[in-house]
């Protein structure tokens, strides 16, 4: 405890010099062309048969209150959904590190939805609040922000029963560190990959964000099989999705609750990373959307906590995506047509992040 004390006091006022960081790699990276640690996991094949590289994304400086408002307005659509599974009075506030915080409940648990600024990848951690315990869902990628979350559950007053790290991206598992004194769990082949890439990409986020933002440390998750488990009286569904974002996904349902949590399966209200394959990205996604009506509260690996009708929106982006990658032969025609068809989405940086990795030659 005396290492997460020592941190947590370390956040205080790391907002500014982040945001520096981030613009200054951001120009870097787009110029640069260093002799990185390319992480297999983030090399993925696209259908073209070029590249994207999780790893390297270019963070950029959006305002925050973009992505408030979109949060807002993501939330109203939501309480629009209620049906006999919610009892949802959701909440949005906003932490000192400029995490967004979503609380609703649902049949008698409160789901806490940790959502870091857009300019930070706008990762979202969840904590599911059951009578006696916190069980916490990803753990933030930036180090003030894995620590705020941390601080935010122990305010929270109960025991820390379990970590779920849903995939092997570093921006899921970094912030790891801060729950160290915890159980953390991952599927088998999610633990084989952190093993294997974990110390590799501390070195290359370090380098492109600081080490003052990016963790020395990280766990190696005990693995957990695909499975019903029970924690605190409830029932956890785990499923092992291949092939959509990620390689290998966790995804989570609460079916006494009508939660569940989908990883970088689903992106909310924000643009999609293209770390994998559209196909079948999609086909995952339209797995998920099969059992959309017993679950109206969808926890997403990136943005707000959004409806069912956030897989549409997700499947419509992806089909956009491959058609662009089809018929333009520039990263700029690219980046616009995704922008013209969901003006409503925030984070254009997830855009420009692929851009270098799927039109090379621009
Ligand atoms: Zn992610």
Redesign the pocket.
């Known amino acids: 405890m005396q290492k997460i004390e020592k941190k947590r006091i370390r956040t205080t006022g790391y907002g500014l010099d982040l945001l520096s960081a981030l613009a200054s790699c951001s120009s870097t990276i787009l110029v640069r062309e260093k002799s990185i640690m390319f992480t297999q996991s983030f090399l993925t094949p696209q259908p073209t048969g070029k590249f994207t590289n999780?790893a390297r994304w270019p963070g950029r400086r959006i305002a925050h209150c973009t992505l408030v408002l979109l949060s807002t307005l993501v939330l109203s659509a939501c309480s629009d959904n209620d049906d006999d599974l919610l009892n949802s009075s959701q909440t949005v506030s906003t932490r000192a590190s400029g995490m967004l915080v979503t609380t609703q409940e649902a049949n008698g648990i409160t789901f806490h939805t940790l959502t870091a600024p857009e300019t930070q990848?706008a990762?979202s951690t969840h904590l599911i609040e059951t009578e006696n315990s916190l069980v916490v869902f990803?753990t933030q990628?930036l180090l003030p922000n894995a620590q705020d979350m941390r601080a935010y559950a122990d305010e929270l007053g109960k025991t820390i029963d379990r970590v779920f790290i849903t995939?092997e991206?570093p921006?899921?598992f970094l912030g790891s560190e801060v729950f160290s004194d915890r159980p953390i769990y991952s599927l088998q082949s999610v633990s084989e990959l952190i093993s294997a890439n974990g110390d590799a990409e501390v070195v290359e986020k370090q380098g492109d964000f600081g080490a003052e933002n990016i963790a020395s440390t990280y766990v190696v998750p005990q693995v957990v099989s695909p499975g019903t488990i029970l924690i605190d009286g409830i029932t956890f569904e785990l499923e092992q999705v291949m092939d959509a974002?990620?390689a290998v996904q966790l995804v989570v349902r609460l079916p006494e609750h009508g939660v569940i949590i989908t990883?970088?399966i689903v992106?909310s209200g924000v643009h999609l990373?293209l770390?994998g394959q559209p196909a079948s990205w999609t086909t995952a996604l339209e797995n998920l959307a099969a059992s959309a009506s017993q679950y109206p509260i969808v926890l997403a690996?990136?943005g707000a906590p959004a409806d069912p009708g956030v897989y549409d929106v997700n499947i419509a982006w992806l089909t956009k995506a491959a058609e662009l990658l089809a018929t333009v032969d520039n990263g700029q025609d690219f980046k616009q047509g995704l922008v013209d068809a969901f003006p409503d989405l925030t984070m254009t940086a997830a855009i420009d992040f692929v851009l270098p990795l799927l039109f090379p030659a621009n």
């Open positions: 999780f990848f990762n990803d990628f995939h991206h921006d899921h974002e990620a990883g970088d992106y990373i770390a690996g990136h």
